[in-house]
């Protein structure tokens, strides 16, 4: 084969080879028939194998410190060309996973094994798998770890002494049957061994203790005494196993059951009193401020917020009746002040005009007098004109004086006219104020006020939680046709019935909301998007069966609804955009649908 020297007639010489030989065109059978035709060895071409060691750091595992230290000697070693270096990671690599062949397996599983069957004081096989899978869990990938991961388990359970005279928390026959051996035993007139304690004893003795610990402990956060009471009893359920001291147990989980059922008593007067005191609080600013009708209207809303069952919810409910109630209280005592204040001044203004015209009035009648007494003892005209010209003087003096009363009064009386325009003001403020509760005066629900406070408090917690929040918006089919087919008061009751139904049927942490005219939203806390679209459907359900009437009337009421789940990035506005647009095109649909946006 004559010898080429140029790669493109070498090429080309190879790609014929392969088809004359009928060879396939693979990459190697294409690199060996160049090398062939070129004249060039393999070990030759390929003095440094990069191509074939490419792929290899990262197949390697970095699971511990030493695979890690190896895994970056190999890339540099790649990186850098340096085939001997590559040999010593290797070397090293065999020298690793000799030293894990060296460790001492078998007579750490023997003792495990050992342990494992052998019955400690407090230890049962279902703690002792819990803390083996923990321990699984956490070495699985590194030998080594591993190894003193189990060898410090193994070691741990031999430190607890070996149980004598064990009893089970439960009789063992009602948990499962008789084994032969133990009927063998029985017919023989032997005692069963203690150690023969069923598992599900053992895990319903874990259970009884860990609802001492997480359950009960937990409500006596104001009772420390009992919490610590509970906790000795948890530690005692799993560590008792004698007959006697078993005895002894019972008697003070008794005891205690005792002091719970006291305390629970305690617990219930106690809220009792407490709601009485409100009420009475409740009731005596009610009567407090009957003058005050939109006063009243809020102290009713509380008082019956406070008469239901309570809850978290309605907790919250009144805390904030509460404080738009001594929010308005504040505002109209700071009204009622301005308005005494600019009243106090009127009077003592007016007072004192008085008292100056008064006065005024007095030295005018006076000097009226000698000037009276100068013209009766005149003798002629020329004395005459000097008396008349001060009777003048005094006159326009004291006219002048009346003028300046005159127009201080009509000044002071204009004062009180806008005092008490303001006061009106304030007042049909006030009116207006108090119509912008939390809730629809029709239906019940909440109003958009109220919609945007329970926005923020859900997406908060939704926040806070990690957890998932669905909003729902549900517009009435056809619902002016129902308006002018049948009337306003058809469409109010409507209305209501369909916000009873949904009331009724979603879940108490569920907030209900008007948002227009045959718009409601619904909140859905802790639901995800199949979830809460399941849920609408449902009431879909419950809506159709059960029928609205009017006048004895049988009017079938249905809604379209969108649903969506509310995101990182999402406002109000956001989301309920969303939802109304699916619920646009459930509309377009066909109605009577629920479409996720």
């Known amino acids: 084969m004559p010898s080429l020297s140029n790669p493109s007639e070498i090429a080309r010489e190879a790609l014929r080879l392969l088809a004359a030989r009928r060879m396939s065109p693979s990459p190697e059978n294409y690199r ?46 790649l990186g850098g060309r340096n085939w001997e270096e590559v040999q010593a990671g290797v070397a090293e690599l065999a020298k690793e996973i000799g030293r894990e062949q060296d460790l001492p397996w078998s007579e750490l599983l023997g003792e495990f094994l050992r342990q494992w069957e052998g019955k400690q004081a407090g230890l049962t096989v279902a703690r002792k798998r819990e803390a083996l899978e923990r321990v699984l869990a956490g070495g699985s990938t590194n030998r080594e770890l591993l190894f003193g991961r189990l060898q410090g388990l193994v070691k741990s359970w031999s430190l607890n002494a070996p149980v004598a005279d064990e009893i089970p928390l439960v009789e063992p026959e009602t948990l499962a049957a008789p084994s032969s051996a133990a009927v063998m035993a029985a017919e023989g007139g032997a005692t069963p061994s203690a150690g023969t304690t069923s598992e599900p004893a053992a895990e319903l003795r874990e259970l009884f203790a860990y609802t001492l610990e997480a359950v009960i402990t937990t409500q006596l956060g104001d009772e420390p005494e009992l919490a610590a009471e509970a906790r000795d009893l948890a530690h005692k359920v799993r560590t008792t196993m004698s007959r006697a001291a078993m005895d002894g147990l019972l008697t003070a989980i008794k005891r205690f059951a005792f002091r719970l059922d006291i305390l629970a ?23 407090l401020v009957v003058e005050d009708h939109w006063l009243k209207g809020q102290i009713d809303i509380v008082r019956d917020i406070v008469a239901q069952p309570l809850s978290l919810r309605s907790i919250g409910d009144a805390e904030s009746r509460l404080r738009e109630v001594i929010f308005k209280q504040s505002q109209l005592k700071h009204s ?27 030295d005018y009648h006076d000097k009226i007098e000698v000037c009276a007494d100068r013209i009766s003892k005149a003798e002629d005209i020329n004395q005459l004109e000097d008396v008349l010209a001060e009777v003048i003087r005094e006159t326009q003096i004291i006219q002048l004086n009346a003028q300046r009363s005159r127009d201080d009064l009509r000044n002071a009386k204009l004062r009180v006219e806008e005092a008490d325009k303001r006061i009106s003001e304030l007042q049909a403020e006030l009116d207006r104020a108090s119509t912008l509760v939390r809730h629809d005066q029709l239906t019940g629900a909440l109003n958009r006020r109220g919609l945007e406070e329970a926005f923020g408090k859900e997406t908060a917690r939704s926040r806070r939680r990690q957890s998932c929040l669905c909003v729902a918006l549900l517009d009435i089919d056809n619902f002016k046709k129902l308006n002018d087919s049948l009337g306003h008061d058809a469409g ?63 009017q079938l009421i249905t809604f379209s609804a969108g649903v969506t789940d509310f995101r990182a990035e999402d406002t109000q506005l956001s989301v309920t955009k969303r939802a109304d647009e699916a619920m646009y095109a459930a509309k377009q649909a066909g109605k009577n649908r629920v479409l996720v946006g």
């Open 32 to 77: 060996a028939l160049y090398y062939e035709i070129a004249g060039i060895a393999d070990h030759v071409a390929e003095a440094f194998p990069e191509q074939d060691l490419k792929a290899l750091p990262a197949s390697l595992p970095r699971a511990t410190a030493s695979q890690q230290r190896l895994a970056k000697r190999f890339e540099q070693a």
């Open 265 to 287: 008593e305690d617990r219930g007067e106690l809220r009792a009193g407490l709601l009485n005191l409100l009420q009475l609080l409740i009731q005596n600013v009610g009567e």
């Open 336 to 362: 009622l002040n301005e308005a005494k204040e600019a009243l106090k001044q009127m009077l003592a203004g007016f007072v004192d005009h008085l008292a100056e015209f008064a006065d005024s009035t007095s």
């Open 492 to 554: 109010d009751a409507a209305l209501i019935h369909l916000a009873t139904v949904i009331r009724e049927t979603m879940r108490p942490q569920d907030t209900i909301a008007r948002y227009g005219g045959e718009e409601f939203i619904i909140l859905l806390p802790d639901t995800s998007i199949e979830d809460a679209q399941t849920a609408i459907v449902r009431l879909q359900r419950e809506l159709t069966r059960r029928i609205f009437l009017h006048n004895n009337d049988r």
